[in-house]
């Protein structure tokens, strides 16, 4: 038995991503999710910025990721005014989720 050498075709990321429809839609709600934060950064105070990561977004839920229960405190009072500006801008987001993340080890 001959095994038949394989021809490697290398791709990149963006065609890896194209050619997989599951993979174009993750990638299409990560670029949402990311606009989402730049949209409603300039409400948030600078000092809270490297604390917040935007998160998964679908079935209009978004969820943001926050580094510290004392930043999700501030965060959850501004919410009001994050989705306000969120639903000005046309978004499909119709209710935040906040998630506290655990110090990576």
Known sequence: MTTVPRKHTVFSL???????????ALQERIRVSRACLELVKPLIPAMLHKQI??????????CLLVGSAAASTKLRQLLPAIQKRLT??????????????????
């Open 53 to 62: 990561q935007a998160g998964p977004i679908g079935d209009g839920e978004w």
């Open 14 to 24: 963006e065609q890896a991503v194209g050619a997989a429809p599951n993979l174009a």
């Open 88 to 105: 000005e801008n046309g978004t499909q987001v119709l209710s935040i989720r906040l998630k506290i993340q655990s110090p990576q080890r």
